[in-house]
């Protein structure tokens, strides 16, 4: 027979397991799952097309419909220093850099993957990881946009800055906790 000590555990137990919906987490995962497959894919092609000639890949693109569609809605002109830039870095840049920017783009992207997949279980290590990773970028950005503004970037900072809130603040009723089972006795 179970003492009452022993029923309330089993109680705690059974009410931790069952963790309320918490939509706010879960636009976290899919933000997570997405820029991680994003980059992932990036990376990919990035890869395959190291040996291909990729500053002339990068001029083809630049005049392509959908990115002459996106300047146009953006305000951004081909002039821009910025594309200016881009095109001359590029244009440096060998094989051999390419596929190592490759490579560390598609190991970079499974932080994101393997906290999104994490949190979907609802781990408490994955929170852990999505603080750390997000709350890791901030000074960096900070730093970025105290050099040079930009609304992209401000958006990028404040959505790390809410997602370490949220996920710190309510870690307690969003992830698993073990606690130690004590056997049954009998």
Sequence with gaps: MESKSQIEEIELDAAVEKLRPAPTLYAIIVFKLA??????????????????????????????????????????????????????????????SIRNTAVGTIIWSLFPLVEGCGMMF?????????????????????????????????????????IVWYLYANRQRLFHHHHHHHPRRS
């Design 35 to 96: 820029k991680g497959a994003v980059f992932f894919v990036g990376g990919v092609l990035l890869y395959w097309h190291a040996s291909n000639g990729i500053s002339d890949e990068y001029q083809h693109f630049m005049h392509s419909p959908f990115v002459e569609w996106l300047k146009t809605l953006l305000k951004i002109h081909p002039e821009n220093q910025f594309f200016v830039n881009l095109a001359l870095k590029i244009q440096s840049l060998s094989e051999a």
């Design 122 to 162: 609802r781990s408490e290590w994955a929170g852990w990881l999505a603080i750390g990773e997000s709350a890791f970028f901030i000074p960096i950005e900070l730093f970025e946009l105290s050099k040079r503004f930009s609304v992209a970037l401000l958006l990028v900072t404040v959505t790390n800055g809410l």
